[in-house]
Protein backbone atom coordinates (compact mmCIF):
# COMPACT_ATOMS: atom_id res chain seq x y z
CA UNK A 1 0.00 0.00 0.00
CA UNK A 2 1.22 3.30 -0.83
CA UNK A 3 2.20 6.17 1.81
CA UNK A 4 -0.52 9.13 1.65
CA UNK A 5 0.91 11.90 -0.18
CA UNK A 6 1.39 15.27 1.82
CA UNK A 7 -1.17 16.89 -0.72
CA UNK A 8 -3.71 13.94 0.56
CA UNK A 9 -3.03 14.83 4.00
CA UNK A 10 -3.61 18.20 3.92
CA UNK A 11 -7.06 17.69 1.68
CA UNK A 12 -8.39 14.93 4.38
CA UNK A 13 -7.48 17.53 7.02
CA UNK A 14 -9.28 20.34 5.11
CA UNK A 15 -12.22 18.18 4.47
CA UNK A 16 -12.36 17.51 8.35
CA UNK A 17 -12.50 21.07 9.06
CA UNK A 18 -14.85 21.35 6.50
CA UNK A 19 -17.32 19.07 8.54
CA UNK A 20 -17.05 21.02 11.70
CA UNK A 21 -17.91 23.87 10.16
CA UNK A 22 -20.80 22.06 8.70
CA UNK A 23 -21.51 20.67 12.36
CA UNK A 24 -21.46 23.94 14.02
CA UNK A 25 -23.35 25.50 11.64
CA UNK A 26 -25.97 23.06 12.16
CA UNK A 27 -26.08 23.53 16.25
CA UNK A 28 -26.65 27.44 15.41
CA UNK A 29 -29.52 27.17 13.13
CA UNK A 30 -31.08 24.92 15.74
CA UNK A 31 -30.04 26.96 18.72
CA UNK A 32 -32.17 30.19 16.54
CA UNK A 33 -35.21 28.16 16.05
CA UNK A 34 -35.24 26.75 19.35
CA UNK A 35 -34.61 30.72 20.78
CA UNK A 36 -37.29 31.69 18.63
CA UNK A 37 -39.28 28.65 19.58
CA UNK A 38 -39.09 29.40 23.33
CA UNK A 39 -39.74 32.80 22.83
CA UNK A 40 -43.04 32.15 21.22
CA UNK A 41 -43.74 29.40 23.80
CA UNK A 42 -42.51 31.54 26.22
CA UNK A 43 -40.56 28.33 27.75
CA UNK A 44 -37.97 29.46 30.22
CA UNK A 45 -36.59 25.85 30.53
CA UNK A 46 -36.03 25.81 26.94
CA UNK A 47 -34.21 29.14 26.83
CA UNK A 48 -31.90 28.28 29.34
CA UNK A 49 -31.16 25.29 27.42
CA UNK A 50 -29.64 27.23 24.45
CA UNK A 51 -27.05 28.74 26.60
CA UNK A 52 -25.54 24.89 27.13
CA UNK A 53 -25.71 24.40 23.24
CA UNK A 54 -24.08 28.27 23.10
CA UNK A 55 -21.61 26.59 24.75
CA UNK A 56 -20.80 23.54 21.76
CA UNK A 57 -20.77 25.98 19.36
CA UNK A 58 -17.68 28.17 20.93
CA UNK A 59 -16.36 24.92 21.72
CA UNK A 60 -16.31 23.75 18.08
CA UNK A 61 -15.01 27.30 16.83
CA UNK A 62 -12.21 26.57 19.40
CA UNK A 63 -11.10 23.45 18.15
CA UNK A 64 -11.48 24.70 14.27
CA UNK A 65 -9.09 27.93 15.07
CA UNK A 66 -5.97 25.07 16.69
CA UNK A 67 -6.82 22.98 13.41
CA UNK A 68 -6.56 25.92 11.33
CA UNK A 69 -3.40 27.04 12.93
CA UNK A 70 -2.02 23.66 13.33
CA UNK A 71 -2.62 23.03 9.42
CA UNK A 72 -0.81 26.16 8.82
CA UNK A 73 2.38 25.88 10.68
CA UNK A 74 3.07 21.87 9.92
CA UNK A 75 1.42 21.36 6.07
CA UNK A 76 3.08 24.38 4.34
CA UNK A 77 -0.19 24.82 2.54
CA UNK A 78 -0.29 26.28 -1.15
CA UNK A 79 -1.62 30.12 -1.45
CA UNK A 80 -5.09 28.49 -2.65
CA UNK A 81 -5.45 26.51 0.24
CA UNK A 82 -4.32 29.22 2.58
CA UNK A 83 -7.19 31.80 1.39
CA UNK A 84 -9.37 28.51 2.50
CA UNK A 85 -7.75 28.23 5.36
CA UNK A 86 -8.54 31.71 6.08
CA UNK A 87 -12.19 31.39 4.95
CA UNK A 88 -12.61 28.72 7.34
CA UNK A 89 -11.14 30.89 10.26
CA UNK A 90 -13.28 33.83 9.08
CA UNK A 91 -16.92 31.22 8.65
CA UNK A 92 -16.58 29.65 12.11
CA UNK A 93 -15.78 32.83 14.31
CA UNK A 94 -19.06 34.25 12.26
CA UNK A 95 -20.65 31.74 13.30
CA UNK A 96 -20.23 31.65 16.39
CA UNK A 97 -21.07 34.78 16.82
CA UNK A 98 -24.29 34.34 15.45
CA UNK A 99 -24.90 31.37 18.48
CA UNK A 100 -24.44 34.74 20.53
CA UNK A 101 -27.56 36.16 18.85
CA UNK A 102 -29.71 33.01 19.58
CA UNK A 103 -28.37 32.90 23.18
CA UNK A 104 -29.54 36.87 23.69
CA UNK A 105 -32.81 35.91 22.04
CA UNK A 106 -33.13 33.16 25.02
CA UNK A 107 -32.04 35.68 27.50
CA UNK A 108 -34.55 37.87 26.18
CA UNK A 109 -37.20 35.12 26.63
CA UNK A 110 -36.03 34.49 30.11
CA UNK A 111 -36.76 38.37 30.83
CA UNK A 112 -40.20 38.72 29.84
CA UNK A 113 -41.61 35.31 31.26
CA UNK A 114 -44.85 34.99 30.81
CA UNK A 115 -46.27 38.29 30.01
CA UNK A 116 -48.66 38.17 27.24
CA UNK A 117 -46.06 39.13 23.67
CA UNK A 118 -47.26 42.02 21.64
CA UNK A 119 -48.70 41.71 18.64
CA UNK A 120 -45.70 42.52 15.92
CA UNK A 121 -43.82 39.04 17.64
CA UNK A 122 -46.06 37.22 15.08
CA UNK A 123 -43.70 38.45 12.08
CA UNK A 124 -40.51 37.20 13.82
CA UNK A 125 -40.98 33.36 13.49
CA UNK A 126 -40.98 33.62 9.65
CA UNK A 127 -38.29 36.65 9.69
CA UNK A 128 -35.80 33.95 11.34
CA UNK A 129 -36.64 31.38 8.73
CA UNK A 130 -35.46 33.25 6.54
CA UNK A 131 -32.20 33.83 8.17
CA UNK A 132 -31.74 30.10 9.00
CA UNK A 133 -32.55 29.31 5.41
CA UNK A 134 -30.21 32.08 4.24
CA UNK A 135 -27.52 30.53 6.45
CA UNK A 136 -27.97 27.13 5.52
CA UNK A 137 -27.32 27.35 1.78
CA UNK A 138 -24.76 29.78 2.68
CA UNK A 139 -23.14 27.39 4.51
CA UNK A 140 -23.84 24.87 1.78
CA UNK A 141 -22.46 26.74 -0.84
CA UNK A 142 -18.82 27.13 1.20
CA UNK A 143 -18.51 23.59 0.98
CA UNK A 144 -19.54 23.36 -2.43
CA UNK A 145 -17.24 26.54 -3.34
CA UNK A 146 -20.30 27.91 -5.13
CA UNK A 147 -19.75 31.61 -5.86
CA UNK A 148 -22.95 31.55 -7.97
CA UNK A 149 -24.50 30.98 -5.21
CA UNK A 150 -23.22 32.94 -2.95
CA UNK A 151 -23.47 36.03 -4.65
CA UNK A 152 -27.31 35.40 -4.51
CA UNK A 153 -28.01 34.67 -1.22
CA UNK A 154 -26.92 38.12 0.04
CA UNK A 155 -30.37 39.62 -2.10
CA UNK A 156 -32.78 38.07 0.65
CA UNK A 157 -31.60 40.47 2.97
CA UNK A 158 -33.63 43.08 1.67
CA UNK A 159 -36.67 40.24 2.98
CA UNK A 160 -35.20 40.24 6.53
CA UNK A 161 -34.60 44.61 6.53
CA UNK A 162 -38.35 44.64 5.66
CA UNK A 163 -39.33 42.13 8.69
CA UNK A 164 -37.60 44.81 11.19
CA UNK A 165 -38.81 47.18 9.74
CA UNK A 166 -42.62 46.35 10.30
CA UNK A 167 -41.54 45.01 13.16
CA UNK A 168 -39.46 48.51 14.65
CA UNK A 169 -42.76 50.53 13.18
CA UNK A 170 -45.47 48.72 14.85
CA UNK A 171 -43.38 48.40 18.26
CA UNK A 172 -42.78 52.40 18.11
CA UNK A 173 -46.49 53.10 17.18
CA UNK A 174 -47.45 50.46 20.34
CA UNK A 175 -45.05 52.02 22.90
CA UNK A 176 -46.12 55.25 21.96
CA UNK A 177 -50.25 54.25 22.31
CA UNK A 178 -49.28 52.37 26.12
CA UNK A 179 -46.34 53.31 27.60
CA UNK A 180 -46.54 50.35 29.97
CA UNK A 181 -45.45 48.09 26.59
CA UNK A 182 -41.93 50.02 26.55
CA UNK A 183 -39.94 47.53 28.41
CA UNK A 184 -41.10 44.04 26.15
CA UNK A 185 -40.75 46.73 22.90
CA UNK A 186 -37.58 47.12 23.49
CA UNK A 187 -36.69 43.48 23.75
CA UNK A 188 -38.59 42.58 21.02
CA UNK A 189 -36.96 44.97 19.13
CA UNK A 190 -33.38 43.82 20.13
CA UNK A 191 -34.82 39.97 18.77
CA UNK A 192 -35.70 41.48 15.63
CA UNK A 193 -32.00 43.35 15.59
CA UNK A 194 -30.06 40.05 16.69
CA UNK A 195 -31.97 38.15 13.69
CA UNK A 196 -30.95 41.01 11.11
CA UNK A 197 -27.46 40.65 12.34
CA UNK A 198 -27.35 37.00 12.02
CA UNK A 199 -28.81 37.92 8.27
CA UNK A 200 -25.82 40.08 7.71
CA UNK A 201 -23.29 37.71 9.13
CA UNK A 202 -24.46 35.54 6.69
CA UNK A 203 -23.57 37.99 3.85
CA UNK A 204 -20.35 38.35 5.75
CA UNK A 205 -19.74 34.09 4.74
CA UNK A 206 -21.21 34.71 1.13
CA UNK A 207 -18.10 37.25 0.72
CA UNK A 208 -15.65 34.44 1.78
CA UNK A 209 -16.97 32.14 -0.50
CA UNK A 210 -16.48 34.68 -3.28
CA UNK A 211 -13.03 34.81 -2.21
CA UNK A 212 -11.94 31.86 -1.87
CA UNK A 213 -13.04 30.85 -4.93
CA UNK A 214 -12.04 33.74 -6.81
CA UNK A 215 -9.45 35.74 -5.38
CA UNK A 216 -10.96 38.61 -4.52
CA UNK A 217 -12.61 40.33 -1.79
CA UNK A 218 -15.94 41.56 -2.66
CA UNK A 219 -19.06 43.78 -1.02
CA UNK A 220 -22.48 41.70 -1.71
CA UNK A 221 -24.48 44.14 0.15
CA UNK A 222 -24.56 47.79 -0.87
CA UNK A 223 -26.10 50.17 1.15
CA UNK A 224 -27.72 53.36 -0.63
CA UNK A 225 -24.70 55.83 0.48
CA UNK A 226 -22.74 53.20 -1.60
CA UNK A 227 -25.22 52.89 -4.54
CA UNK A 228 -25.42 56.70 -4.90
CA UNK A 229 -22.06 57.01 -4.79
CA UNK A 230 -21.08 54.54 -7.59
CA UNK A 231 -23.94 56.77 -9.80
CA UNK A 232 -22.41 59.09 -12.24
CA UNK A 233 -24.30 61.94 -11.80
Known amino acids: MSAI ?16 VVEQSSLVENSLRDSVGALRE ?4 QAK ?16 EENVITLIATQQPMARDLRLLAA ?22 VRIGKAELLTPF ?30 AIPEEDDQVDDYFN ?9 MISNPTFVDQANHLLWVGHNLERVADRVTNVCERIVFVVTGKLLELDRTDDEWYANEPW
Open 5 to 20: SPRETLDRAIDELLKQ
Open 42 to 45: QDVD
Open 49 to 64: SIYIADRQINKIHFEI
Open 88 to 109: ILEVTTELERMGDYAKGIARIT
Open 122 to 151: EHIPPMAEVCIDMLHRAVQAFVERDAEAAR
Open 166 to 174: TIYRELMEQ
